[in-house]
């Protein structure tokens, strides 16, 4: 097992460090430690300051607002994504369950390669 890909998934330390721009206080319901906690990744800017990407299953959302629940948005959103089934932080996790999303996110890893290869044998044979 790969260490690094180990280290995403608990790393919600530094998912919550790149929300430094969030709009809303920590006091609403969408607030930056509940966004990272939910599995997102800030990666808005100026022009789109609420964009935010799950590490997880790679989708993108934004449009956010206060009220909103960072993990029920990310499962209506994204439903196949395992991480967001959980609907809890990884700290409640059982063992059992932190193994088998493990498993989940290096299958997603080894799909997305596979995806690679097939993109580029495609332009090879064309
Ligand atoms: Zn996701």
Redesign the pocket.
């Known amino acids: 097992m790969d260490k690094t890909n180990l280290a995403n998934i608990l790393d919600e330390q530094w998912r919550r460090s790149t929300f430094k721009t969030w709009p809303f206080e920590s006091h609403k319901k969408c607030n930056a430690n509940k966004m990272a906690e939910a599995?997102f990744i800030f990666i808005g800017s100026s022009v789109e300051p609420d964009s935010t990407i799950?590490?997880?299953?790679?989708?993108s959302l934004d449009g956010w607002e206060a009220n909103d629940d960072p993990w029920s948005e990310?499962l209506k959103h994204?439903p196949q994504?395992?991480?967001?089934q959980m609907q809890k932080s990884p700290q409640d996790w059982t063992l059992g369950e932190f193994l088998s999303i493990v498993e989940r996110y290096e299958s997603r890893l080894i799909d997305k390669e596979i995806d690679k290869w097939e993109n580029r044998l495609q332009k090879f044979f064309n």
């Open positions: 599995g799950c590490f997880f299953c790679s989708k990310h994204s994504c395992e991480y967001a």
